[in-house]
């Protein structure tokens, strides 16, 4: 099930947000304000934001500008009062996905956000955890302002990791699907390979990126 994060400062406009996408069957995460979405988008896995462009205190599309130059490339529709051709542009030049002028038909929403979810399933160019950067158009990872080197390998199990945040993934899930002759690998590689992977994006064992639950599997969290 897609979690659907909507940021409005109207309580009655995100009730009806809340209820329109229940009812077609989305988890939604409402917020009357900014201060936690960098939170949650690090620990919950959201598949979109719907941004109010008039929030207390802040400019939805200046929020969701300065999220994109930190590396956050979850989709966004704009859902504003701000309805010129003028406040339009500038959304889109803001990292918008679509732009939905208030008031709006619920059963539009709905549509512009499957339109959306559709097109984001295409290959992302850019993801981020926390503070790990991969680009891969560039092929390089930064964690916060430095950047790393990995072997090829490394960098495809990371990236099998990123794609699948806070899920638990099975010792033969990973090895399924991070090797491509997996049928001639045991499970030990596995270990062996994301052991490695832990040493080189947290030398210092203080961060904890990847969670090993004991005969279960492992996690990025």
């Known amino acids: 099930m897609k979690t659907i994060l909507a940021v409005e400062d109207e309580k009655d406009i995100l009730e009806l947000i809340e209820y329109t996408l229940h009812k077609n069957g989305y988890d939604v995460v409402g917020l009357m304000d900014t201060a936690k979405i960098n939170t949650l988008l690090d620990e919950e896995d959201i598949s979109l934001i719907l941004m109010d462009r008039n929030l207390p ?4 599309s200046e929020y969701i500008q300065k999220l994109r130059s930190d590396g956050y ?17 500038v959304g889109f030049e803001r990292g918008a996905d679509d732009y939905i002028t208030k008031p709006f038909n619920p059963e539009e929403l709905v549509a512009r956000i499957k339109a959306v979810l559709k097109r984001s399933n295409k290959e992302i160019d850019v993801i981020k955890f926390r503070d790990i950067v991969y680009d891969k158009l560039k092929n390089s990872i930064f964690i916060g302002k430095n950047e790393i080197k ?7 199990l990371l990236n099998y990791f990123m794609v699948n945040p806070n899920i638990l993934l099975s010792t033969e899930e990973i090895l399924e699907s991070v090797w491509e ?3 001639n690998k ?3 590689t596995v270990v062996v390979a994301i052991n490695r992977l832990k040493e080189k994006i947290d030398p210092h064992f203080d961060k904890e990126y990847i969670k090993n639950l004991r005969g279960e599997g492992y996690m990025l969290c």
């Open 57 to 60: 205190g802040c400019e939805g």
């Open 73 to 89: 490339m979850t989709p966004v529709i704009y859902l504003s009062a701000k309805d010129s051709n003028e406040d339009k542009l």
């Open 150 to 156: 990995l072997s090829k390998l490394d960098k495809k």
């Open 181 to 183: 002759d997996s049928s």
């Open 186 to 188: 045991k499970l030990k």
